[in-house]
């Protein structure tokens, strides 16, 4: 086994182990363990914390006894001794609470009390709780304060731009939230999934468009009604900004005590900095278990998304894809908007390959996704969700509307009517309904299919297939997640020759069980299409892959790649090196056009 950062080096560490970030040590798997390990992380690339001046488990002296504090950071550059702990942090399991008798505040004052020289603590279970250190009546009290101070800092100032940090882990945040207001307003979670995506918007657009940050607590430094009074302000203005997306008589719900919470775990972040794949991530935490799925509605895996798209990237001009109004895409089932957040990510790619940075990224991204990023979705929930979505990644927001995309357009809205244009797309990326047992029955809009027209109904995913080559150009390129029984049901021939007829088949990608367990364990396959008018021109060359890993098992839970022996590789920071195939495929893709001449 290796425990060497060495790049050259493959970094290994056995089943049942995580590898501490700080030390390097091996220490056993468990739920407590790894909330420490995510501590340690922010520690260091949130407050800017040096590692040598961190050590987990630290020993100190109480009374005759001795005691392991979970972490221990020491003044900048000092000696590894009690008497120079500027900062204690007890990290539980996440459902451990506060007024825990044995493991709550209480436990952590007892380690302060006994660090003459401490002045600040952090308590981190089912809630995250920084304190202050401060001697009253001779006795070494907890004053709870918004946050720690960052490395080099002994106060916590109001924060600047400057101030805010990327993310390295907002899907514990987004999570520890969410149960926080659940527990505390006495919401039930889809409430307080609500009431936490207001909070959200508040704190992006904060970022967008205040001249100086509004988003900020410094309670009890200042009174907590000022703190709730400017973020009820905010909301005001996020209402007016996005009147498409919240109701005018709209508020947040939060009790002042709630909001406060809410605030001070979120302030020192930057949503925008944030990178897409840990966002991404955090929102499913917080959207998934208010997915039924009664009606094929599942999240699309992200790494299946950003397959998807890279894929059908690979078939345009770069030059093409980044002109503002040049390619259009849709996504006429968008859910949560996971595809239209892939596509604006590829986009910031090849900006960023340019060398473009900073606001002037942000600025052509907003302009290209406003002009050539599209999604549609029949749950006004999902809208919105994928609407919050868009605008915490870059915007064009207002141009996800609510509509069914099967239906007959002359029944469209007229919002709906200018996105649902019939022959106008250049690319459609999509992963429609499946898995629900209901069929589109009404004849108006069976009538507007061909391979409808003779059957009294059909599940929504083949009618979704003749809809999107409607939708595009000719020409235009379809990536579509699609069950397996399309495309091997023999009862089904027709169907596939009536896609064969329609459309050049370009890629099929054989997806394993687990994409999308623990939701659903159904089989499914992602088809790469090319709209034809002319003759059928497939010719054979079609390009085809059978991924075997995509990063977790049927329960959801991560997969790692792991040696012969065994053990679980690690990368150069010590985070397991997650198992997954999809992302390889998109270069092997691309080396196949090259070699056929497609590209």
Request: with cysteine; net charge negative; proline share 6%.
């Amino acid at each position: 086994m290796s425990d060497t950062t060495n790049p050259e080096e493959v970094i290994i560490i056995p089943q049942g182990k995580v590898r501490c970030y700080i030390t390097g040590e091996l220490r056993n798997d468990k739920p407590e363990e790894r909330v420490r390990q995510n501590v340690l992380r922010s520690l260091v690339e949130e407050y800017g914390y040096l590692k040598d001046d961190i050590q987990p488990e630290f020993s100190i002296k109480m009374g005759s006894s001795r005691k392991a504090v979970d972490v221990a950071i020491f003044e900048e550059g000092s000696d590894h001794i009690q008497e120079n702990i500027y900062l204690i942090c007890e990290t539980k399991h996440e459902k451990v609470s506060p007024s825990d008798k044995k493991e709550g505040v209480a436990q952590l004052e007892s380690y302060v009390a006994a660090c003459l020289n401490t002045e600040f603590a952090l308590w981190v279970g089912s809630e995250r709780l920084p304190y202050s250190v401060k001697s009253i009546d001779s006795h070494r009290s907890l004053v709870e304060i918004p946050d720690i101070p960052k490395a080099g800092e002994n106060d916590i100032p109001r924060p600047t731009r400057a101030d805010l940090v990327p993310a390295v882990n907002l899907k514990k945040v987004f999570k520890r939230i969410h149960n926080y207001i659940y527990a505390n307003q006495g919401f039930q979670k889809p409430e307080a999934f609500e009431e936490l995506l207001k909070i959200i918007f508040v704190k992006v657009f904060d970022e967008q468009f205040s001249p100086n940050l509004k988003f900020y607590t410094q309670h009890p430094d200042e009174d907590i009604e000022a703190v709730y009074q400017r973020i009820t302000d905010l909301f005001g203005s996020v209402q007016a900004r996005y009147q498409y997306i919240f109701k005018p008589n709209e508020e947040i719900a939060l009790n002042k005590n709630v909001l406060n919470y809410v605030v001070s775990e979120l302030q020192r972040f930057s949503f925008i900095e944030t990178e897409t794949d840990i966002k991404g991530e955090a929102y499913e935490e917080l959207v998934g278990p208010n997915l039924r799925g009664d009606r094929g509605e599942f999240f699309t895996p992200r790494n299946l998304c950003n397959m998807t798209v890279e894929m059908v990237f690979n078939l345009f001009n770069k030059e093409d894809l980044s002109t503002p109004g040049r390619i259009k895409i849709l996504d006429p089932a968008c859910g949560t908007g996971g595809f239209l957040i892939s596509c604006l990510q590829a986009l910031k790619s090849i900006y960023y390959e340019r060398g473009v940075r900073s606001e002037r990224l942000k600025q052509i991204v907003k302009e290209v996704a406003e002009n050539n990023i599209y999604g549609v979705d029949f749950n006004p929930f999902l809208v919105n969700v994928a609407q919050m979505n868009m605008v915490m990644h870059g915007d064009g927001s207002t141009n996800v509307v609510h509509a069914n995309s099967l239906n007959v357009p002359d029944n469209w809205n007229n919002e709906a009517s200018e996105v649902l244009n019939l022959n106008t797309y250049d690319i459609i990326v999509t992963n429609p309904p499946f898995g629900t047992k209901s069929l589109i029955t009404e004849p108006s809009i069976l009538e507007e299919f061909e391979i409808a027209r003779n059957s009294n109904g059909l599940p929504p995913e083949q009618l979704f297939i003749e809809r999107c080559l409607q939708l595009l150009k000719p020409g235009g390129i379809l990536g579509i997640v699609l069950p397996d029984s399309i495309l091997t049901n023999p009862g089904l021939i027709e169907l596939r020759n009536w896609i064969s007829a329609n459309s050049q088949i370009i890629a099929s990608i054989d997806l394993p069980s687990e994409m999308f367990q623990p939701s659903t364990g159904t089989q499914t396959s992602v088809l790469i299409l090319k709209k034809i008018t002319g003759a059928n021109n497939n010719s054979g060359n079609i390009f085809m892959a059978i991924p075997k890993m995509v990063g977790h098992d049927k329960r959801g839970n991560p997969i790692y790649v792991t040696t012969p022996e065994g053990e679980i590789e690690v990368d150069e920071t010590g985070l397991e090196i997650i198992d997954d195939h999809l992302p390889i495929i998109p270069e092997v893709f691309d080396d196949w056009l090259k070699a056929k001449g497609i590209k």
